[in-house]
């Protein structure tokens, strides 16, 4: 059974930061792209960004470019977000996913429960 677990959010002042931190188990997942999305309540889960296999490559959406990078542990079965200069806008369940390199949400098979992040203006 594969399992993704998110940690590391939390309630964080506007222009601080938060690392957001997902690791798998139950299965090798090493060759899947991960990938974070987020959710508000009402409204549709968001790609944020994604990072292949190997580490090599990733990719954000614009209203986290400059400000959120991701990464991949040594192992492959970890994935972070670190999230500097954090906006009001950025509140939400933040959901780690694995699958295709993609942004969109249904090329991702396994999900994590999602970690909340506020911020506070």
């Known amino acids: 059974q594969v399992r993704l677990v998110e940690s590391g959010g939390g309630l964080v002042q506007a222009g601080g930061s938060l690392r957001l931190s997902c690791v798998t188990s139950?299965?090798?997942?090493?060759?899947?792209?991960l990938g974070w999305f987020r959710q508000v309540p009402g409204k549709e889960r968001e790609f944020v960004a994604t990072?292949?296999?190997?580490?090599?490559?990733?990719f954000y959406a614009d209203s986290v470019k400059g400000r959120f990078t991701i990464s991949r542990g040594n192992a492959k079965n970890t994935v972070y977000l670190q999230m500097n200069s954090l906006k009001p806008e950025d509140t939400a369940v933040y959901y780690c996913?694995?699958?295709?390199?993609?942004?969109?949400?249904?090329?991702?098979?396994?999900w994590g429960q999602g970690t909340q992040v506020t911020v506070s203006s």
């Open positions: 990072i292949n296999w190997s580490g090599g490559s990733t």
């Open positions: 139950g299965r090798t997942l090493w060759n899947y792209a």
């Open positions: 996913a694995a699958g295709s390199s993609s942004v969109i949400e249904n090329d991702y098979g396994y």
